[in-house]
Structures are given as structure tokens and as C-alpha cells.
């Protein structure tokens, strides 16, 4: 059979005049729904969304942009040295972009730079990056540097896990004190009595509220529990300093809790290098539950903190144009693996 010309023809992308149309209205209302704008009824936006089904619609994003105010781009911005918490703010706000037809940036910046180098890297990302807004990872989070810049730039802005001034923006968070409380109770149910601590980068807010959580839990439980710290950051191998630290002295702990789990699997290659077996003779509980929770043996006990959930919930916020300073806090869940159990005797 032969094809005529117009059987193997390209067929017209459907336009927006197309899907209003179709459904009966106005190009105006089409361009509500598609832009979830509020105060548009459930009749009008079911019609235009079985336009936009039936014709196979989609929004070109950069007439969009063209069209309005909106770039219809958000960045995150990250200063974080932890490859499993990037991912998972990457693969939330991801989620919340393609949900609304927008376009995601990944910016980095370093808050360890001297003020000048910092408000040069701020400007050339507002320069070249024309978005609607931004998510602020921590450190960043807490630097009131880039919070002055973003606020002096007129740029909408979400902060994950602040610790500074929470109610200054919009910001989603979690109850890290209780989580890090929570732990505290499991090792003492255990009856560990020497406990360690590897603390996060001084930098992070969420690093401070873990170790307050966790160590005026203990306090109140029981004063004479002795809880030594050292100092690990976020990393892998600061972990297995830190862990070496802790576990060379001469009482050392008999659980240890490090307030990721990248430093957490630090700890447990620690132990195997001094000998010591996990859980028997020494527990250990990171935080986040990310890969590495599951990649260890024994697995770690960990707090599943929702992170790709709190990036999607900021992207979103950002997206819809929310205004004040609303403060979202989720949901955490202590995950018992085989790295806790009792104190040895």
C-alpha cells in the first residue's frame, strides 16, 4: 500500500488555542489550569484537562516563560558533602518540576568562602540562571549571607532543615531533637550506659539540633550516663576518624551514635579495624537511612528522614508562589536494623 503525503507527514504539535477549543474556553483559563493558579473550579479544570489528555498536549515551557513573569526554572543550591542526601533532594524537587511542567538547576556554592568570593558566586548564579526560585540545602540554609543576597535580588527562596531563624522564609523541616531524642531512649533501653557521639560540620544547623536532642535526652533519663563526642562531620572518612577517636581511649563507648550514616559507616569500619564487632561490642545508629544504612553489615539502625519528600514540598512551595514564611515540618521514623543491641556485660 502506498502512503500519500499526508500520511507520513509530521502531525501539528496541539496548541493551547487548540485545548481551549476543544474544551469550550477561553485561552486565559486554559493557561489557570495549566499553571495551577487557585480559585479555578473543579468544572472548568476538569474540562480543560480532558482537553489536554484527548489532544496530547504539551506546555511549551519557553513561550510560557516568554508569556509572564515566570522562567519556569527553580534551582537547588547545595554546599553538602553527602552524595546521598544531593541525590535524594535532586530526585524531590525533580518530582516537583516535571509535576508542574518546570525546569530544575543544580547550583553550588561554597559557605566556607570569604564574603566577597561568596557574593561573586551569588551573582553570576543570578546573572545567568533566570529562575523563579530557589532551594536552599543546608549549610546554605543558615548562611545569612546568602539569605541577605537572595532577599536584596527580590528571589523567592524554601529552606531545607534551618536552624537560624526558622521562621524568616518558607521552610520544611523535621523534628531532628525528637529524632536524636529517640535514639537516646533505644540505647539506654539497652542498658548502654558509655556512649559516644560524632557530631556533624559545625557549619550544619540540623548537625547542632541532633546533638542537643540526643544529649539532653540522655541528661534527663539518667545524669550519670558519660557521653564522650568527637567531632566527624558528614563524611565517610571523617567518620572513621572519629570513630578511631572515640573507640581508642581506654573506657570506650559501648554505643555510638553519629549523626549521618555516611559517618555512621565510617564508625563500623573503626570497630573492624580495632577488632570490635558490631552490635556485640559496640552498637552503632547513624541518620538519614539512606543507601549506605543497607549497604553495611550489620545493616544500620538509622532515622529515615524523608529528605526527597521535604525537597518536593520546598520546590512546590516555590512553584506556587507561596508567600509568608509557612514552616512544614514531616514525618521521621526510627528504623531498627541489626547494628543496636545490648550493652556487653
Same mark, same amino acid.
Given at each position: 500500500?502506498?502512503?500519500?503525503?499526508? =500520511?507520513?507527514?509530521? /502531525?501539528?504539535?496541539?496548541?493551547m488555542?487548540d485545548?481551549a @477549543?476543544?474544551?469550550?474556553?477561553?485561552?486565559?483559563?486554559?493557561?489557570?489550569?495549566?499553571?495551577?493558579?487557585?480559585?479555578?473550579?473543579?468544572?472548568?479544570?476538569?474540562?480543560?484537562?480532558?482537553?489536554?489528555?484527548?489532544? @496530547?498536549?504539551?506546555?511549551?515551557?519557553?513561550?510560557?516563560?516568554?508569556?509572564?513573569?515566570?522562567?519556569?526554572?527553580?534551582?537547588?543550591?547545595?554546599d553538602n558533602?553527602s552524595?546521598n542526601?544531593?541525590? @535524594?533532594?535532586?530526585?524531590?524537587?525533580?518530582?516537583?518540576c516535571?509535576?508542574?511542567?518546570?525546569?530544575?538547576?543544580?547550583?553550588?556554592?561554597?559557605?566556607?568562602?570569604?564574603?566577597?568570593?561568596?557574593?561573586?558566586?551569588?551573582?553570576?548564579?543570578?546573572?545567568?540562571?533566570?529562575c523563579?526560585?530557589?532551594?536552599?540545602?543546608? $549549610?546554605?540554609?543558615?548562611?545569612p549571607?546568602? #539569605?541577605?543576597? #537572595?532577599?536584596?535580588y527580590?528571589?523567592?527562596?524554601?529552606?531545607?532543615? $534551618?536552624?537560624?531563624?526558622?521562621?524568616?522564609?518558607?521552610?520544611?523541616?523535621i523534628? =531532628?531533637?525528637?529524632?536524636?531524642? /529517640?535514639?537516646a531512649?533505644l540505647?539506654?533501653?539497652?542498658?548502654h550506659?558509655?556512649?559516644?557521639?560524632?557530631?556533624g560540620?559545625q557549619?550544619?544547623?540540623?548537625?547542632?539540633?541532633?546533638?542537643?536532642?540526643?544529649?539532653?535526652r540522655?541528661?534527663?533519663?539518667?545524669?550519670?550516663v558519660?557521653?564522650?563526642?568527637?567531632?566527624?562531620?558528614?563524611?565517610?572518612?571523617?567518620?572513621?576518624?572519629?570513630? /578511631?577517636?572515640?573507640?581508642?581511649?581506654?573506657?570506650r $563507648?559501648?554505643a555510638?551514635?553519629?549523626?549521618?550514616d =555516611?559517618?555512621?559507616a565510617?564508625?563500623?569500619?573503626?570497630?573492624?579495624?580495632?577488632?570490635?564487632?558490631?552490635?556485640?561490642?559496640?552498637?552503632?545508629c547513624?541518620?538519614?537511612?539512606?543507601?549506605?544504612?543497607?549497604?553495611?553489615? $550489620?545493616? #544500620?539502625?538509622?532515622v529515615?528522614?524523608?529528605?526527597?519528600?521535604?525537597?518536593?514540598?520546598?520546590?512546590?512551595?516555590?512553584?506556587?508562589?507561596?508567600?509568608?514564611?509557612?514552616?512544614?515540618?514531616?514525618?521521621f521514623?526510627?528504623?531498627?536494623?541489626d547494628?543496636?543491641?545490648?550493652?556487653?556485660?
Open positions: 500500500m502506498t502512503q500519500t503525503k499526508s =500520511d507520513t507527514a509530521p /502531525r501539528p504539535h496541539a496548541t488555542a485545548v @477549543k476543544a474544551a469550550g474556553v477561553a485561552i486565559k483559563s486554559v493557561s489557570r489550569v495549566i499553571n495551577k493558579e487557585p480559585h479555578v473550579s473543579a468544572q472548568l479544570r476538569e474540562r480543560v484537562e480532558a482537553a489536554i489528555a484527548a489532544l @496530547k498536549y504539551v506546555p511549551d515551557t519557553a513561550a510560557r516563560s516568554l508569556a509572564g513573569a515566570r522562567s519556569f526554572t527553580i534551582s537547588v543550591l547545595f558533602p552524595p542526601y544531593t541525590m @535524594k533532594v535532586l530526585a524531590g524537587a525533580y518530582r516537583a516535571v509535576a508542574r511542567q518546570y525546569h530544575l538547576r543544580i547550583d553550588s556554592i561554597d559557605t566556607s568562602a570569604d564574603t566577597p568570593a561568596l557574593q561573586s558566586a551569588l551573582e553570576a548564579i543570578f546573572r545567568n540562571a533566570r523563579d526560585g530557589f532551594v536552599l540545602t543546608p $549549610p546554605i540554609s543558615d548562611d549571607r546568602v #539569605l541577605d543576597a #537572595l532577599e536584596a527580590g528571589a523567592r527562596y524554601a529552606r531545607l532543615a $534551618p536552624f537560624i531563624d526558622a521562621k524568616r522564609s518558607l521552610a520544611v523541616t523534628d =531532628d531533637a525528637g529524632a536524636a531524642a /529517640r535514639i531512649d540505647f539506654y533501653q539497652h542498658g550506659r558509655r556512649i559516644g557521639l560524632v557530631n560540620p557549619q550544619h544547623g540540623a548537625a547542632h539540633t541532633r546533638r542537643k536532642g540526643f544529649v539532653e540522655l541528661h534527663q533519663i539518667d545524669p550519670s558519660v557521653i564522650t563526642e568527637a567531632l566527624g562531620g558528614f563524611a565517610f572518612e571523617t567518620g572513621i576518624h572519629a570513630g /578511631r577517636e572515640l573507640l581508642d581511649a581506654a573506657d $563507648p559501648t555510638i551514635f553519629a549523626t549521618n =555516611d559517618s555512621a565510617g564508625v563500623m569500619v573503626a570497630c573492624s579495624q580495632l577488632g570490635l564487632s558490631v552490635p556485640r561490642d559496640v552498637s552503632i547513624g541518620f538519614d537511612d539512606s543507601w549506605v544504612a543497607r549497604t553495611t553489615w $550489620p545493616y #544500620l539502625t538509622t529515615f528522614q524523608p529528605i526527597d519528600a521535604m525537597a518536593e514540598t520546598a520546590a512546590l512551595m516555590i512553584i506556587e508562589r507561596e508567600d509568608g514564611a509557612r514552616q512544614v515540618e514531616l514525618d521514623d526510627l528504623i531498627q536494623r547494628s543496636v543491641g545490648p550493652a556487653p556485660t
